[in-house]
């Protein structure tokens, strides 16, 4: 239980230095790009339509994200990195982080972001960085919390790609929007399983159990963060940078920035 503290501790100072819940709204405007003609006989102005979208709060994100999820139905999105490309497949069966994870890729708020934690044998962490530009980004989508989407049929197996949360005031174990982690672990036996359903209530179909036995991960977070989606490719790029050196808060020594786009 030790690693779990240590997680959501980490993450509890990353978002409450990161600030774009209680500072006022930092807006930016685009505008728009005209190329130059040689000599143009007429003026000729051409206005560039950008979509833009409400800002985000508690109150308006599960409409909003319903909406865009049935007109955005992509479920791979590719996490490149200097160690390597990650890819991740999302789940259906968590409609809203779902769209979540497609909506802030294609508004290209995941490459202001980087891996800000790195523990090993335990978890990748990324999503958020400290950098001014990062902290704008956050303020100009909105300060909100997803409701969670606990399925059983998704579980933190060795791969699992699931949502950061707070612990504190948080009874409805809400997901942070941003902050997501890739899960290692270790294998469990039959036994092991066992003595974990009766102390944590958590039932397991025998093909579940298999899983941890076969390929490990991270069982006690089940039914505690909302498991999201797999890496479907990339896993040798997840033990390299788990494999990074750290500060004694498990912050990497040297940044690591991620990109990420839609796949299909």
């Known amino acids: 239980m030790k690693a779990i503290s240590i997680l959501f501790c980490l993450f509890i100072v990353v978002t409450s230095c990161s600030g774009p ?3 006022s709204p930092i807006e930016k405007k685009i505008a728009p790009v005209n190329t130059p003609k040689k000599e ?13 979208y409400p800002k985000l709060t508690n109150q308006n994100v599960v409409s909003f994200l319903t909406k865009y999820g049935k007109e ?11 160690f390597g490309d990650i890819d991740i497949r999302l ?6 982080h779902r769209a979540d994870m497609i909506y802030l ?21 990324a999503g958020n960085s400290d950098e001014w530009d990062c902290q704008v980004k956050r303020a100009e989508i909105g300060g909100y919390t997803l409701p969670s989407e606990f399925k059983s049929a998704n579980i933190h ?4 790609v699931a949502m950061a949360r707070r612990y504190d005031k948080n009874p409805k174990k809400r997901s942070s929007p941003f902050e997501f982690y890739i899960a290692l672990g270790h294998t469990y036996n039959g036994k092991e399983m066992r003595s974990h359903e009766r102390e944590f209530g958590t039932k397991y179909t025998d093909a579940q159990k298999g899983v941890y036995a076969k390929i490990g991960g991270l069982p006690y977070l089940d039914a505690q963060h909302t498991v999201i989606g797999e890496v479907i490719k990339g896993m040798d790029v997840v033990l390299e940078i788990n ?3 750290v500060d004694k808060s498990e912050w990497p020594l040297t940044d690591i920035p991620i990109t990420m786009k839609v796949l299909r």
């Open 72 to 82: 955005n139905k992509e479920t791979v999105i590719r996490l490149s990195s200097k």
């Open 91 to 96: 789940y259906t069966n968590t409609p809203l």
């Open 157 to 160: 197996k060795y791969g699992a």
């Open 21 to 23: 819940q209680t500072g």
């Open 243 to 245: 494999k990074v050196k």
């Open 105 to 125: 890729t294609k508004q290209g708020y995941f490459d202001l972001t980087s891996f800000y934690r790195v523990s090993p044998n335990f978890v990748d962490q």
């Open 40 to 52: 143009p006989t007429k003026s000729v102005k051409k206005t560039i339509q950008k979509k833009t």
